[in-house]
């Protein structure tokens, strides 16, 4: 998975998503604005925050700006991964006035749902503070969307779970009720570290601690703990450390932000939680708008 750091629009597909969103929402083209606004019409804006949060997405959204119109000027004034204030300044833009409102709404559903992403993940974050625990997102994204938010991830100072499907292997639940058998967690194991690649690590989940037991002693690399309370979760991190100290554990399942101090405490190494994807809230941020005169 790519660092936080600026990625390429080749690798991150930001080409291919920015120009599906902008055909979505201009389509045949802005017919309010260029039935009202004259073509040689130029005009400025500012980006601002109306909530705290941690932005991400701003070179994204420069790439919409730029995508509309190459003689719109952007300048960011903040940088991805930046705790920002409500009513920070977060670009200053210029240009053809047309194409800046053509831009805007792409541009802003873009950058806010990322930097709500984000901002989410640092809450997150914050709530393992003294613990080992780390937040780590799941596969639950937005069709289209995943690199960008598993980056936001990334800037709201969580880590990244696998990719995709290719990335690791993962037995869930319902592989397991597929296996069959009285053994499923050990069989399935088994059966992937006959054939999976030797530098590949395999992740079982498990929904009770017999189940533990049998992951531990088949040597899955990670064991995910499937809902379960915060009390079999601190027998799980106990048997675990004294049967396979180097076996990470995750816990899964009903993970909301209330419940982070107590799980993280159980001694868990991860935290998966499919709410920093699929339940942010977006950021509130606007464009504010003025003509040149």
């Not at 994204?141 to 990335?167: I, S």
Request: net charge negative.
């Amino acid at each position: 998975m790519p660092s936080p750091s600026e990625l390429p629009a080749a690798t991150s597909g930001w080409r291919d998503l920015i120009g599906l969103a902008l055909a979505e929402d201009v389509g045949n083209g802005d017919i309010t604005t260029l039935s009202t606004v004259p073509a040689e019409v130029t005009a400025t804006g500012v980006l601002l925050a109306k909530e705290a949060g941690v932005l991400s997405g701003i070179d994204v959204t420069e790439a919409v700006f730029a995508t509309v119109d190459s003689d719109i000027d952007f300048g960011a004034t903040c940088a991805n991964g930046e705790r920002i204030d409500a009513g920070a300044t977060i670009a200053r833009l210029s240009g053809p006035a047309r194409s800046l409102l053509t831009a805007e709404r792409t541009a802003l559903n873009i950058l806010q749902r990322l930097s709500g992403v984000a901002t989410v993940t640092a809450r997150y974050v914050a709530a393992t503070e003294g613990t080992r625990a780390k937040i780590v997102d799941t596969r639950k994204t937005t069709p289209g969307m995943r690199m960008l938010e598993k980056r936001a991830v990334l800037h709201g100072g969580g880590a990244n779970h696998r990719f995709g499907l290719a990335d690791g292997v993962l037995i869930k639940d319902n592989h397991l009720a597929a296996i069959g058998g009285d053994h499923p967690v050990r069989d399935a194991i088994r059966s992937a570290r006959a054939l999976a690649p030797h530098t590949m690590k395999i992740e079982v989940e498990v929904t009770t601690l017999d189940e533990l037991d049998e992951a531990l002693a088949t040597g899955a690399d990670i064991v995910m703990l499937d809902n379960m309370d915060t009390d079999k979760m601190t027998d799980a991190v106990q048997r675990r450390d004294r049967v396979s100290p180097g076996v990470l554990l995750e816990a899964s399942g009903g993970i909301t932000l209330a419940r982070i101090p107590e799980i993280a405490a159980t001694g868990v190494d991860l935290i998966s939680a499919g709410a920093l994807t699929h339940s942010a809230t977006a950021l509130d941020i606007s464009l504010d708008f003025a003509l040149n005169r």
